[in-house]
């Protein structure tokens, strides 16, 4: 079982990808229940891509399995690309043609029944029917990424991946974006979603794998996370400006650390998944 | 009745085909070089060429229609192929629809047939009112449907295996350039040197203007038409082995 309870619907185990010497993905394991969604939370270069790539039969791993609903990725490609759903990080819709037909040859690709019906009923759900016959190319960032988001969940997808579905979108419209990914989870879909927007991860998934130079660091849900470095930081600037943090097991000890830190501000709040990170990494999440 | 697996992805390119036919440049840009070919060679140059007896624009129009036939299927699918591929990512959509690589190369060749022909059919419009003597034999269209299957198949290794748009160009300025005028597409290809004949009947191009212009099936013609048959099928079956063991 994988955490929270869900039966795992994906196995990954040791997966491996090299590009020449640079070795992208190095022996990457984690399991993803139904109807759970799993982070991969890491900065830009850290593998989640490439991760992504190799579960969606776009990229050949070098070593390791990937199975998807007891599929395996290599072995069993084409069974299993009927069995997954795809943001790519890029919009790779049709720029040429409307918002219907992009998800209309989708769903033709896909054997969709009830072509029609599942089409409109998709628009309906990401607030694009109105704009059905709108060329995708002339849509607004926000109205490409919902049209992505209706696309790869047209065919009842029983994996869904989502490769950093929100960047470059506003607030208003990054909530609308979670609001679709949590019904997903509602329809026991499981969900593998990359980001590096900290609060992303922290309001959608169940569990997040930190991910730094193609390894997969730490594991857990975010309390657990936090609890592993320390639940609560002091952050305090010292007389050359610097901003210090330390971590604490308890509100106690860091507002124990903040009198020791002697002038200027200083500040105790609960530990986030960027704590986590710096403490793991040494590095920021950019 | 279910459609063919390969439909979707023809019907994708035909949908594309019929907004970029709406654009006035790309009819003109398909028509443009055959164009100005048969007016340089044909009524320019030509007027004072015979050839074999006859006239050189009867000789020159059914090579103007595999030559324009082949660019254009060869072109917009290697083109749109590499675009789709490492600018617009669209090519990943299909990689990732549960459809076997064959039916997704086919698609992509029936496209670029039709791209071809299309590109074919003013020539063919040309031929019939110009004093040339032109009609469409069997053989003649038999040699310009394989012709498109095999450039269109062409295309798809190319698309597959360029690695920026620029090298697409770089294809087309070593092979299918030099083949536009070595193949006997504007003089016959007896007229060369022993040596360089050799390598001319190699290519591709050389046995469909052998048959488009060919009045009856006697050997040499059915020998032409199995090479083409060859080429065409060894290059689909390259192209759908490219697409099934694609990898980013």
């Known amino acids: 079982m994988t955490g929270g309870g869900h039966a795992p619907l994906i196995e990954v185990s040791g997966l491996e990808k090299r590009y020449g010497e640079l070795v992208a993905v190095a022996g990457v394991s984690f399991t993803i229940g139904e109807g759970e969604i799993f982070g991969l939370l890491g900065p830009n270069g850290a593998g989640k891509s490439t991760i992504i790539r190799m579960m969606t039969a776009l990229t050949r791993p070098d070593a390791g399995e990937c199975r998807i609903n007891g599929l395996d990725v290599v072995r069993d490609r084409l069974a299993l690309k009927a069995v997954i759903g795809v943001v790519p990080q890029e919009n790779n819709l049709d720029r040429e043609l409307s918002a219907w037909e992009n998800l209309d040859l989708y769903a033709r690709l896909h054997r969709v029944p009830e072509r029609a019906d599942k089409v409109r009923a998709a628009l309906a759900a990401v607030e694009l029917l109105d704009r059905a016959d709108g060329l995708a190319g002339r849509f607004s960032g926000g109205m490409k990424r919902r049209l992505l988001i209706a696309r790869a969940l047209l065919a009842d997808p029983k994996a869904l991946f989502l490769d950093e579905p929100s960047i470059g979108l506003d607030p208003q419209i990054r909530r609308q974006l979670w609001d679709v990914i949590r019904q997903a989870r509602i329809r026991r879909k499981s969900v593998l979603l990359t980001t590096h927007y900290i609060e992303e991860a922290e309001a959608l998934c169940d569990r997040v794998g930190i991910l730094a130079r193609g390894r997969l660091i730490a594991l857990g849900t975010v309390p657990e996370l936090q609890e592993r470095v320390g639940a609560y930081v002091m952050e305090h600037i010292d007389s050359e400006g610097r901003l210090i943090q330390k971590p604490a097991r308890s509100r106690e000890e860091a507002h124990a650390l903040a009198q020791g830190a002697g002038n200027g501000s200083v500040t105790v709040r609960r530990s986030n998944l960027e704590d986590v990170f710096i403490q793991l990494t040494g590095e920021r999440i950019e | ?248």
């Open chain 2, 1 to 248: 009745m279910t459609p063919p697996l390969w439909y979707p992805v023809f019907l994708r390119e035909m949908l594309l085909f019929r907004r970029k036919l709406l654009k006035v440049g790309y009819v003109f840009s398909a028509m443009v070089t055959p164009i100005i070919y048969l007016l340089v060679f044909g009524y320019g140059l030509g007027r004072s060429v015979r050839l074999n007896g006859g006239d050189y624009l009867s000789f020159l129009i059914p090579g103007l229609v595999a030559m324009s036939s082949m660019n254009n299927s060869y072109s917009w699918v290697a083109s749109a192929l590499n675009l789709n591929r490492l600018y617009f990512k669209t090519f990943q959509v299909l990689v990732q629809a549960p459809i076997p690589s064959s039916a997704i190369m086919l698609g992509e060749v029936l496209a670029g047939m039709v791209k071809g022909l299309f590109a074919s059919l003013l020539i063919i419009l040309v031929g019939f009112i110009s004093p040339a003597h032109f009609y469409l034999s069997p053989l003649f269209l038999l040699a310009l449907l394989l012709n498109c299957f095999m450039f269109a198949s062409l295309g798809v290794i190319t698309g597959m295996l360029t690695k920026s748009h620029e090298d697409t160009s770089t294809y087309n300025n070593f092979f299918i350039m030099p083949m536009s005028f070595f193949s006997g597409t504007f003089f016959p290809i007896d007229k060369m040197p022993t040596a360089v004949r050799v390598v001319i009947r190699a290519l591709p191009l050389t046995h469909t203007n052998l048959v488009i212009r060919s009045h009856s099936w006697d050997g040499r013609t059915l020998l032409s038409l199995l090479a083409m048959a060859a080429y065409g099928l060894v290059f689909f079956a390259v192209g759908s082995r490219m697409i099934r063991r694609y990898s980013e």
